[in-house]
């Protein structure tokens, strides 16, 4: 129900008041026109002419929606949002209604379902406004001789009286969703040994410290609980965020002991401000359950879990040994060269982007806030006696190490960081529980392929990063029409990354970032995952990873990734893999050649 707070007078409608111009041009009754100056009362001469004409500008503007007129009302419920009315259009008399949201709105408001006071409460404004109930709507008709904006500020008076219900039919206050939850979880989870610590803090891999709403131990596993509380929608996926955030900096301790741990958040999904989004983004990082279905927990709770990734040490004098573990261990001294690793901290991002433009690929620097969600987390400076050298930004994927940054600073070039940088970052990557590692790096920077080829990195591939208009795509020969496109299912990411030999895990990698991520469909052959899909970013503008089977395949998958990109600018960009007809077909049309690339790859040393 929230809608952009219009330009109006914040003081109460007349009759006398002007409707906005798209309410008037809708075929509705004559009678919301605009009042004849001739009608209105002579201006007192004290009365300054700018007062007249304040209180003459709309209160109300609407845009067609459907069968309705959907109208903003300068009207603002008890938590803020703006009040939104509908018109049934070429009704008459006019009728008007909120199609459920108040009720909908007071409902998501409330601890648990409203008392049985509350019909009563609701009849009670009803009758007092001249307005009705029915099918959970507050809806009223236009009185005869009734301007539409006078029967609008009735409904909305109705409304926000109902609305402030919250107040009086809000019970005792019930306990906090923590207690709630910690409740159920002693009353269901009855298998021995069970040991519940709440509010447990747990260091990172980014020296950043997260809080666990619940840590629960069960003989199969140890449990790391997030809870996902809000009333507010815009606060709801900060939440989530947060909780991917948390996930991604303790997936260092996966299989560090036999009893693995599991992620998992509890969604308090009685209120409205949750959907399905927020559901798919935690996914890929933590089991989502919600308490309206606790009832079910229990069996997924205790079931062992396929794919373990972490654990913990609870003290358990029964329990093997934990290996220990360290950040990044510092190297032994090497020459006169002596590095320190540390993770990248909130207040690095200037330092980020005075390094980031020495990769010399005329990328825009990443927004800061993109950069602290998305890279800060696997980003590490490296430090010479308190002086900043280097930087390397990595991602693990399973247990592959991607190494996508690695920036020396000029003015330590040719002393050997390269060399110390790999290996202190190889050390970090196997105490992440990576075996492999992976990177891009130019054919004509010999120096560093002579680095990277010395620690075990053997070329895979070539690839290309190619700009060009989006008007190019038109052009690209052998559309085949009668391939679709789909959004990519999480369950269908292992079968996409083995068609295109991708390293286990980048997809869902790729979506932890928020990227469109489409495939090609045949609908002969709908699960074939062979065809092509690309990850694609629009704030960039670019596509990465992009593949397809066949140059055919490139223009329907192009095309279906063009509405999602932004008016401006009027080009985007692609990463062409082992895919030299593509890179050569694009060429030939026109579109420019910004990097060349080695892919290489091999095990850690």
């Known amino acids: 129900m929230t809608e952009p707070v219009p330009e109006a007078s914040p003081h109460v409608p007349s ?21 004849p100056s001739d009608s209105q009362p002579a201006p007192e001469a004290s009365q300054p002419p700018d007062l007249r004409t304040a209180l003459a500008a709309p209160i109300f503007s609407a845009r067609e929606h459907g069968p309705h007129l959907r109208v903003t009302t300068p009207f603002t419920l008890p938590d803020g949002d703006l009040l939104t009315l509908f018109v049934l259009r070429h009704s008459d008399p006019p009728l008007l209604g909120d199609l459920g949201e108040t009720l909908r709105w007071l409902r998501s408001h409330l601890f648990h379902d409203p008392p049985e006071r509350q019909q009563q409460r609701v009849a009670e404004v009803c009758a007092d406004l001249g307005v009705e109930l029915r099918s959970a709507e507050l809806r009223t008709h236009c009185r005869p001789h009734e301007p539409l904006t006078r029967a609008l500020t009735r409904l909305a008076q109705a409304c926000l009286r109902v609305a402030d219900l919250r107040a009086s039919l809000r019970p005792r206050k019930p306990p906090p969703f923590a207690d709630e939850v910690e409740a159920h979880l002693r009353a269901t989870l009855t298998a021995r040994p069970l040991a519940i610590v709440r509010g447990d803090r747990i260091a990172g891999i980014s020296a950043t410290t997260w809080s666990v709403d619940f840590r629960v131990r069960t003989p199969e596993r140890h449990l790391l609980i997030f809870l996902l509380a809000s009333e507010r929608r815009d606060h ?20 560090l002991r036999r009893t693995p741990v599991q992620f998992i958040t509890v969604f308090d999904d009685r209120g409205s401000a949750w959907n399905d989004a927020d559901e798919r983004l935690v996914t890929p990082f933590a089991t989502p359950f919600r308490w309206s279905e606790r009832n079910t927990w229990v069996p997924a709770l205790e079931a062992p879990d396929d794919d373990p990734d972490l654990d913990l040490d609870d003290g358990d004098p029964n329990d093997e040994p934990d290996p220990p573990f ?34 010399g690929t005329g990328d825009p620097v990443p927004p800061e806030a993109t950069w602290q969600v998305d890279q800060r987390p696997s980003t590490l400076f490296y430090e010479q006696d308190g002086e900043l050298v280097a930087y390397t930004y990595f991602e693990v994927m399973r247990d592959l190490g991607y190494l996508r940054n690695l ?19 190889a050390k970090h990557l196997r105490a992440r529980g990576c075996t492999r590692w992976c990177l891009n790096v130019e054919p004509d920077n010999t120096a560093a392929v002579r680095l990277y080829h010395g620690v075990g990195l053997r070329t895979v ?38 068609a295109f030999d991708l390293p286990p895990g980048q997809l869902a990698t790729q979506r932890a970032q928020r990227r469109v991520m489409l495939r090609l469909r045949d609908p002969a052959d709908p699960g074939d995952p062979g065809l092509g899909f690309a990850c694609f970013n629009p704030d960039f503008p670019g596509a990465y990873p992009f593949r397809v089977a066949h140059l055919a395949h490139a223009r329907p998958l192009l095309a279906a990734l063009r509405p999602h990109a932004l008016p401006d600018p009027a080009y985007m960009q692609l990463v062409a893999e082992a895919d030299e007809p593509l890179h050569n077909q694009l060429i030939a049309l026109g579109a420019t050649l910004r990097i060349e690339l080695l892919y290489l790859r091999g095990d850690l040393p």
């Open 326 to 359: 360290t950040l990044v261990p510092d190297p032994e001294p090497h020459g006169r060269m002596t590095l320190h690793a540390r993770p990248a901290t909130p207040a690095d991002f200037p330092n980020f982007a005075r390094l980031f433009t020495e990769l």
């Open 461 to 498: 591939h070539r690839a290309a990063a190619l700009r060009f208009a989006w008007d190019l795509v038109d052009a690209l020969p052998g559309a085949d029409l009668s391939l679709t496109t789909c959004p990519i299912d999480p369950a269908e990411d292992a079968a996409i990354e083995a």
């Open 407 to 425: 920036v020396v600073a000029p003015e330590h070039r040719g002393r050997g960081v390269g060399t110390e940088v790999m290996q202190i970052l």
């Open 236 to 255: 709801a996926r900060k939440l989530a965020e947060h909780v991917v955030a948390a996930c991604t900096d303790l997936s260092h301790l996966r299989k």
């Open 15 to 35: 009759d006398r008041q002007h409707v906005p111009e798209d309410i008037s041009q809708q075929a509705v009754p004559t009678d919301i026109q605009p009042v």
